[in-house]
């Protein structure tokens, strides 16, 4: 199995950004604001992944929803299921049943992780460490854990 995966993160404003995934023919555009580390928390999610998690989560908190990125793992294939939520309520999680589903799709898992890689490299090289934290205003870029998806990507491929 193989399919064609692409990611892209764009900061759009001062703690805003959009995401792009597509699997396939399937895609997904979500957003969020920096009261997550969206790209932090969707890399290292995908780094599990790597490092042989059967089930991981992600979040990227809106004002006022979520979209809840969950990636199952079955052998080298992974499904990904991304939902999205109108509101967020507070400390309280909604069930995966109340979200809307806006893509499911399943790739391989090195695939997968090949397009986060190269979707955050490729913001890192459009505006730099100093310039992310800037605009993403709480959190750093996660150098450290893109560095350590792309080491889980070269020590498969070795």
Known sequence: MSANVEFEFRLVGTGWAEGRIAIGDEFASPTA?????ALGDLIRAVGALCEGAHEVRASWDEEPGEYRWIFQRVGSTVR???LGFPHLRGWEVAPDGDGEVLLDAECPVSDLASAIASGAQR???EVGADAYEEKWVEHPFP???LAALEQSLNDTSS
């Not at 604001?33 to 580390?37: A, E, G, I, V």
């Open 33 to 37: 604001s920096y009261l997550s580390d």
């Open 80 to 82: 990904l299921r991304l």
């Open 123 to 125: 913001l890192l090289d």
């Open 143 to 145: 150098a450290d854990d």
